[in-house]
Each structure stands twice: as C-alpha cells, then as structure tokens.
C-alpha cells in the first residue's frame, strides 16, 4: 500500500473551495472533513484517485487545474522544502527535487533535460482515466512553475520561463494557459516541458547550509522508505488514515464507515490481526507527539488540542504512560531545536 502526501489533495480541495465550489459533501462521504486533515499526512494513492474523480465530477472543467496548481507553494512539503532551499544551486535543486518527487504531489514522472542554452523540466503523466488526467496535468504543470518560482524566491532569485510545451491539443482559447504561466505556451508536443534558460541552474542559493542539507536530507529519506512501504493489513490502513487528523479524531464508527464496514467488523478483523482501534489510535498519536516535541516548538496544549484531547491533563497521562516521562521532559530530552 503505497501512500503520497495529502498537500496535492488538500491544495487542490482548498483551491476550488476558494473559487466557489461546495466540496464540503464529498469529503465527507469520503471521510476526510477537510478543516481535520493533517497537512503532514500521508494518502493511499487510490484513494487520493477516488477522491480527486468526484471532485472532478463537480467542476467539470480541465482548464480549472491552471488555477489550483497556481496555489501550490512550498507550504506544508516541510523537510522536503527546507531541503530544496539549503541546496547550494538550481540544479542541485532539480536534481534533488527530482530524486524525492514521491514525497511530492505530481502524479507522474519529472527530469531534467540539459541543453547549452535551454533546458527543460519534462512531466510524463502516469496513465489516469479521462478527463481527470487533463485537469490533473493542468495542475502538476502550473504547480511545478509555481514551486520552482517560489524556491528561488526564497533565495533572492527571480525565475523566469521561457516557454511552456503541452501534448495536449490547441485549445480554442489560449489565454488562460498564457496568463497562467507568463510565456509562450504550445500544444501538440510530443512532451510536457517547462522550459527555461541553462544559466539559471548555475545560480547560486544565498540560504546554502550543508549542516542544515544534511540533516533534511536525512529526514526526506526516511520519508521515502515510509512511503514505499506496502503492507495491506487493516492496522496499517488505520493508521495512515488516522494519522490524517489533527483536533476532530474520527470514532471508530466513523472509521469503519469509511472502510465500508460496519463498527463490528471492524473490531474483529483488527482482533484477529492482534491490535484494536484505541490501541492504533494511541500509535498513532504517539508518534505525532514525538514528532511535534522533537522537531517543533509548538506547546505542550497545543499539541494536547491537535491529537484530539479535550484537557492537557489527558494527554500528559497517556504520553507518560507510553513513554515513561513527561511531554515536557521528552522535549528536553530529544528536541532537535
């Protein structure tokens, strides 16, 4: 069970709420109440194509993912955009960007293409049923320009294409694709490239830290091991949906709605593979708490509030009956700060 994180969707679901459509429904019948999702979380990739074809189904129009990509920053990517901005140059960048894609929202493949005086970054989408497939490419190519501009930015620098190639067919009006990517776009290519001059990949990166490279490069990598791990059980399953969640933790009838099961089922199938639900929860709650204590500065409450306790109390007791100390004392003890 391959998993992607859930910015691409998030973004996407945010972007169109922003442009008017009601998508609040079709989040809940797929369990995931988008004000309660984790911007850290990871989704089946099935799922994420379940979701994306019925949000789809109430837009309608492809041209929409010019829009929604535009919205696709750097927030919410975490180690993987503190990564991308300690690289001493653009093409350590791309090269890097490249290497950890997976922990990206783009469904396809992306490389470099290295020219003398242009180069390119080329998108080949993976296969996804029409028309959803145009509206997702639409967005991952908008998405990636905005991404690519926003690093350099970052970095002081200015980024600018110089032509943006399309596979798909001429549309009848080509302003929208112009206006979205500010230059020249052309269809009936036989690839998807972002194409930009060759000397912008020797500029150097003013925010360059091998300390800092290092250590994310460490965290993105185990990011990837996690994310291609495949394990079918019910136990793996709940857990990456519940570690979806911050403040509102869905019950376990919820839980099992989701699944397609009822609550009963849902016990006993989780019986038989030795766990239970309160126990995965406590999993996954205390692997979140790590997390925070260690890589962030968030309080204590904070923390308390985002894993669905109602008092902080609640949460010191559980967290030092899994740890045997304290949240404070954890944090102490292990902050990467």
Same mark, same amino acid.
């Given at each position: ?72 920053? @750097?927030? *919410?990517?975490? !180690? ?10 653009? =093409? ?12 990206? =929202?783009?469904? *396809? ?65 080509? /302003? ?9 776009? /052309?269809?009936?290519?036989?690839? #998807? ?15 360059? #830290? ?36 911050? =403040? ?44 925070? @204590?260690?890589?962030?500065?968030? !309080? ?8 669905? =306790?109602?008092? !902080? ?13 304290? !949240? ?10």
């Amino acid at each position: 069970m391959t998993t992607r994180s859930v910015m691409g969707l998030l973004y996407t679901a945010k972007a169109l709420i922003n442009l008017g459509y009601e998508l609040e429904p079709v989040m809940q019948k797929h369990g995931l109440p988008i004000d309660a999702i984790d911007a850290s979380a990871r989704i089946q990739r099935s799922k994420e194509l379940a979701v994306l074809t019925d949000i789809f189904a109430l837009i309608e129009d492809p041209k929409m993912g010019l829009a929604v990509g535009n919205t696709m920053g @750097l927030a *919410g990517y975490g !180690p993987l955009s503190m990564l991308l901005m300690t690289c001493s140059t653009t =093409y350590e960048a791309c090269q890097i960007g490249i290497k950890y894609q997976t922990l990206a =929202y783009l469904y *396809g493949d992306i490389r470099l293409e290295l020219g003398k005086q242009h180069s390119a970054l080329i998108i080949e989408p993976v296969p996804i049923p029409e028309p959803l497939a145009e509206f997702v490419l639409l967005r991952d190519m908008s998405g990636t320009g905005r991404f690519i501009q926003d690093i350099h930015k970052m970095n002081d620098k200015q980024i600018d294409l110089t032509e943006v190639c399309f596979t798909l067919g001429a549309p009848a009006n080509k /302003r929208p694709f112009e206006e979205a990517f500010d230059c020249p776009v /052309r269809f009936g290519q036989d690839q #998807n490239r972002l194409v930009l001059e060759t000397h912008y990949f020797n500029a150097p990166f003013p925010q360059a #830290n091998r300390n800092a490279f290092e250590m994310y490069r460490e965290q993105c990598d185990k990011m990837l091991l996690e994310a291609s791990r495949s394990d079918d059980s019910l136990v793996s399953s709940l857990q990456h949906y519940l570690g979806m969640f911050n =403040y509102e933790i869905p019950s376990v009838t919820e839980a099992a709605s989701t699944f397609g099961m009822s609550e009963r089922t849902l016990r006993r199938q989780l019986k038989a593979e030795g766990s239970n639900y309160q126990s995965v929860l406590d999993q996954v709650r205390y692997e979140k708490a790590q997390s925070w @204590l260690q890589n962030s500065q968030v !309080p204590v409450e904070d923390i308390s509030n985002k894993l669905g =306790y109602q008092e !902080p109390a609640a949460f010191n007791h559980a967290f030092k009956r899994w740890s045997g100390t304290t !949240p404070s004392q954890f944090r102490k003890a292990h902050s990467n700060r």
